[in-house]
Nanobody, 114 residues
Framework: VQLVESGGGLVQPGGSLGLTCVGSGFTFSSWFMNWYRQAPGKKREWVATISTSGSTNYADSMKGRSTISRDNDKSTLYLQMNKLTPEDTAVYYC?????????WGKGILVTVSQ
């Protein structure tokens, strides 16, 4: 299993950013997919989940300004984030859990700053 994130970078407060995660080594369409993040000095926290049927759930901090989506044909997971604030600065991780084994991408840094 391999999860590879891309799309991070520097964005100004109030801006938007899209993250991408490409999965390989497993049947992407068969598994729930998640985004997590870890801010400097803080614990890793859950951001959003998308089910195999496309149902979504979000952490309260991201609800209303983020969209998680997936393209099973491309084995790709997305996270679109809007109205970003400095508190959104973190390393964002793609995650899936299969048969009680968790798999993580290496993470991608998102920095929200002037």
């Amino acid at each position: 299993v391999q999860l590879v994130e891309s799309g991070g970078g520097l964005v100004q407060p109030g801006g938007s950013l899209g993250l991408t995660c490409v999965g390989s080594g497993f049947t992407f369409s068969s598994w729930f997919m998640n985004w997590y993040r870890q801010a400097p000095g803080k614990k890793r926290e859950w951001v959003a989940t998308i089910s195999t049927s496309g149902s979504t759930n979000y952490a309260d901090s991201m609800k209303g300004r983020s969209t998680i989506s997936r393209d099973n044909d491309k084995s790709t997971l997305y996270l679109q984030m809007n109205k970003l604030t400095p508190e959104d600065t973190a390393v964002y991780y793609c995650h899936m859990k299969r048969y009680d084994v968790a798999y993580w991408g290496k993470g991608i840094l998102v920095t929200v700053s002037q």
